[in-house]
């Protein structure tokens, strides 16, 4: 069974930035998409960001556009999350997410076109 294993979360204060890493178990992996996801305390888990496999076609949600940027180094088949400009409200547990539905491609902010999750790595951002 693939994993997805996730780095890079910690604690920064409010306008700082912080980058969070994602590689697959198995080096010949291969989704359709791959996407970040958030959940706080206390509300559902959101989307964040989605990357092609390719490492093209970024989308955002509006709460981080201009702000986040979704990158994938296909050499190490390992997708970063970099986080400028961090506000408390973007504390979160952050979880990579991989899909190999077609379907993923239209519908990648859906959480359950994804069938493949890392164990999440929490981001806390002071005030």
């Known amino acids: 069974q693939v994993q997805l294993v996730e780095s890079g979360g910690g604690l920064v204060q409010a306008g700082g930035s912080l980058r969070l890493s994602c590689a697959a178990s198995e080096r010949t992996f291969s989704a359709y998409v791959m996407a970040w996801f958030r959940q706080a305390p206390g509300r559902e888990r959101e989307f964040v960001s989605r990357i092609g496999w390719s490492g093209g076609n970024t989308k955002y949600a509006d709460s981080v556009m201009g702000r986040f940027t979704a990158s994938k180094d296909n050499a190490k088949n390992t997708v970063y999350l970099q986080m400028n400009s961090l506000r408390p409200e973007d504390t979160a547990v952050y979880y990579c997410?991989?899909?190999?539905?077609?379907?993923?491609?239209?519908?990648?902010?859906?959480?359950?076109?994804?069938?493949?999750w890392g164990q999440g790595t929490q981001v806390t951002v002071s005030s």
């Open positions: 997410a991989a899909s190999r539905r077609p379907s993923s491609i239209t519908y990648y902010y859906n959480d359950g076109e994804y069938d493949y």
